[in-house]
């Protein structure tokens, strides 16, 4: 079993679709939870990251995390094509702790 | 700007031979990574550097070699020795400290094939 799952999708929604992400680990010890957005034929850039429990707004970006549960999320509202990319989870113990990654959910938004 | 540079972008390689993949930053972070990236696997870690003239091997170090004799430079050597070299590159760079959130600043990429 992976430390971190997420289904690699595609994924296909149309303009102005809520879209829902989802993790689930198996660690309890994670304490750094983040979400990487990657265009095709790029690097990742970090979208969001939150530290232990709760949720984190950023426009039309939130982040949720449950630890009881464990079991992350990122919700986008008003999809846009240009949210078209793959989005990676990942988490780390912190202090210094490398970071764990998801397999990546491929996302498409039709116009 | 500040960034990494990552170089070739694409890479061609015959069986046999060793290839050495770049990666420049000038962000002045201490910490650098190397990770490859597989379809529907995500990013696994091949070797991180915490500090100059130092280094760690991450999950799947075998077949690959690394220096760090600046701060600025970390290459990655594939060798003949790395049964499935075909794959994505990314090199990435952090300021580790605290609290360390982890993150990682990432540059485009090499794709290096196998021919």
């Known amino acids: 079993q992976k430390e971190v799952e997420q289904d690699p999708g595609p994924l296909s929604v149309p303009e102005g679709a809520i879209v829902s992400l989802n993790c689930t680990y198996s660690?309890?010890?994670?304490?750094?939870f983040m979400w990487y957005r990657q265009y095709s034929r790029k690097g990742p850039e970090l979208l969001m990251y939150?530290?232990?429990?709760g949720n984190k707004e950023d426009g039309r970006f939130t982040a949720q995390v449950d630890k009881s549960s464990k079991y992350i999320s990122l919700f986008i509202r008003d999809s846009q094509p240009s949210d078209s990319a793959t989005y990676l989870c990942?988490?780390?113990?912190?202090?210094?702790?490398?970071?764990?990654f998801g397999q990546g959910t491929e996302l498409s938004v039709k116009p | 700007d500040g960034g990494i540079t990552q170089s070739p972008k694409y890479l061609f390689r015959k069986e046999g031979q060793n290839v050495t993949l770049s990666c420049e930053q000038n962000?002045?972070?201490?910490?650098m990574y190397w990770y490859r990236q597989d379809p529907g696997q995500g990013l696994r870690l091949i070797y991180y550097?915490?500090?100059?003239?130092?280094?760690q091997k991450g999950d799947i170090a075998e077949g690959y070699s690394v220096s760090r004799e600046k701060k600025e430079s970390f290459p990655l050597t594939v060798t003949s020795a790395q049964k499935n070299p075909t794959a994505f590159y990314l090199c990435?760079?952090?300021?580790?400290?605290?609290?360390?959130?982890?993150?990682?600043?990432f540059g485009e990429g090499s794709r290096l094939t196998v021919l």
């Open positions: 990435a760079s952090s300021i580790p400290g605290l609290p360390n959130t982890g993150e990682l600043f």
């Open positions: 660690n309890s010890a994670f304490q750094y």
């Open positions: 939150t530290y232990s429990s």
């Open positions: 990942a988490m780390s113990l912190g202090q210094g702790g490398k970071l764990i």
């Open positions: 962000l002045n972070h201490d910490a």
């Open positions: 550097s915490q500090i100059v003239n130092d280094f």
